[in-house]
């Protein structure tokens, strides 16, 4: 059984389209999270919910806006693609428990974002 | 801010050779210390971690040593395989009550030929 799936794993869209990618959990995590994977491999944290509760939104542009329907599910929705969203956006999900900075997370095998 | 400094690759290493790559940090607190490898057209996978000084994280045959007063957790094994053939990454975990987040490193590609 995979822990943390995501769909699609490709999306090819024109500039100026909108877009939404999916994730789910079947860990019984509280905590998830979004990552954008750039061309040179480097990873930053985009968001993560807390038990469907936002609580790291890291300055990025109000174009994307995740969206927690339940604790097992982060959906990412994109408006107005641009050139520069081209990524691989990973989801990842984490125990959460309150207090540690110990927990592991654990990734989905990503959505490689080509704008075209 | 947190962050993590790890060595420019790529590494291209001979089957059996000794592999070792750099990781030190900044961080305010006490993290934990994470390496995770991601394999070719996969995601990352947790490959060890640590959770306080002096700490060794093992897996796989790869090591790292949480060093508080060097601040570094660098990653060896002793005999590499082909199929060791990855993106490494080095990350620390800060924050507290469901606010923790993963700072990476930028990713060490290595390549292990036969």
């Known amino acids: 059984d995979t822990a943390v799936s995501q769909t699609p794993k490709y999306l090819v869209t024109q500039m100026g389209n909108d877009k939404s990618i999916k994730c789910e959990q079947n860990?019984?995590?509280?905590?998830m999270y979004w990552y954008k994977q750039d061309s040179k491999k480097f990873l930053k944290i985009m968001f993560s919910?807390?038990?469907?509760?936002?609580?790291i939104n890291e300055t990025v542009p109000n174009r994307f806006s995740p969206k927690s329907p339940d604790k097992a599910h982060l959906n990412l929705h994109i408006n107005s693609l641009e050139l520069g969203d081209s990524a691989v956006y990973f989801c990842?999900?984490?125990?959460?428990?309150?207090?540690?900075?110990?927990?592991?997370?654990?990734f989905g095998p990503g959505t490689r974002l080509t704008v075209l | 801010g947190d962050s993590v400094t790890q060595m420019e690759g790529p590494v291209t290493l001979s089957e059996e050779a000794f592999l070792t790559i750099n990781c030190t940090y900044t961080a305010t607190g006490y993290p934990s210390l994470f390496w995770y490898v991601q394999y070719p057209g996969e995601g990352l996978q947790l490959l060890l971690k640590?959770?306080?000084?002096?700490d060794k994280g093992s897996n796989k045959g790869f090591e790292a040593t949480y060093r508080k007063e060097t601040t570094s957790f660098h990653l060896e094994k002793g005999s590499v395989q082909v199929s060791d053939s990855a993106v490494y990454f080095c990350?620390?975990?800060?924050?507290?009550?469901?606010?923790?987040?993963?700072?990476f490193g930028k990713g060490t590609k290595l390549t292990v030929n036969p």
């Open positions: 860990l019984g995590h509280d905590t």
């Open positions: 990842a999900s984490s125990q959460g428990l309150a207090g540690l900075s110990t927990d592991t997370q654990y």
């Open positions: 919910y807390n038990n469907k509760e936002l609580i």
């Open positions: 640590a959770t306080k000084a002096d």
């Open positions: 990350a620390l975990s800060a924050g507290t009550g469901g606010s923790e987040k993963l700072v």
